[in-house]
């Protein structure tokens, strides 16, 4: 079967850095996004990985190791508006999108 | 630039009800998506269309219908709605190709009595 993890929910403080992980596995890959959604909203496009590496645009950077089925997303310098889920999501061989449930991101002051 | 619109946003109905949810976008993007959330799983594809008159089925497609007769309009009807889709539903749009960013509309919050 097809499959996304990522943790259900983490806690990171104001200022600081945090890296949410996400495994995968799903028959055939042809990239992998990732989204954010504040409570109520839409989610909306923050990266896409197809290649092996580190893409950074701002604060926020996505790496992807297509080798062991695995990304993550880094924050820094947290902001409180930066309180959301952020959505995984990987294309698989019949380019259907495969999200995984979210990972709930709460900033403390 | 109105973007990608849904209506209604809000929809409360009894089981056994037909319920359509429209979905328009305003870009002229080749692809449209139809999605469910529900709490403690990821969004799920119902359907999705890669032109006009063009539609296939995604993971969830059963008690769902769709169609596409214009570019700009994706309609997703529930024939006999039941209380197990009670959810959040998404429509989406990509420009060209399923690589393409999806652009997601504000969501309609559908529940079922």
């Known amino acids: 079967g097809q499959n996304i993890d990522q943790p259900t929910e983490m806690t990171a403080t104001e200022g600081a850095i945090v890296q949410i992980n996400c495994t995968y596995q799903t028959s055939g890959f042809n990239g992998l996004f990732w989204y954010q959604q504040h409570a109520g909203e839409a989610p909306t496009f923050l990266s896409y990985n197809v290649l092996d590496g580190l893409e950074e645009k701002g604060r926020f950077s996505s790496f992807l190791s297509r080798s062991k089925g695995y990304s993550y997303l880094l924050l820094k310098e947290l902001q409180m508006k930066d309180s959301a889920s952020y959505l995984c999501a990987a294309l698989d061989s019949n380019y259907q999108l495969i999200w995984g449930a979210g990972t709930k991101l709460i900033i403390k002051p | 630039d109105a973007g990608i619109t849904q209506s209604p946003r809000y929809k409360i109905t009894e089981t056994g009800r037909q319920v359509t949810l429209m979905c328009h976008q305003t870009?002229?993007?080749?692809?449209m998506f139809w999605y469910r959330q529900d709490l403690g799983h990821g969004l799920r594809l119902i359907y999705y269309s890669a032109a006009a008159d063009i539609t296939d089925k995604g993971e969830v497609p059963d008690g769902y219908v769709v169609s596409r007769s214009k570019t700009e309009n994706f309609p997703l009807t529930l024939e006999s709605a039941t209380r197990s889709q009670t959810s959040v539903y998404f429509c989406?749009?990509?420009?060209?190709?399923?690589?393409?960013?999806?652009?997601f509309g504000p969501g309609t919050r559908l529940t079922v009595l």
């Open positions: 989406a749009s990509s420009e060209r190709e399923v690589t393409d960013t999806q652009y």
């Open positions: 870009w002229s993007h080749s692809y």
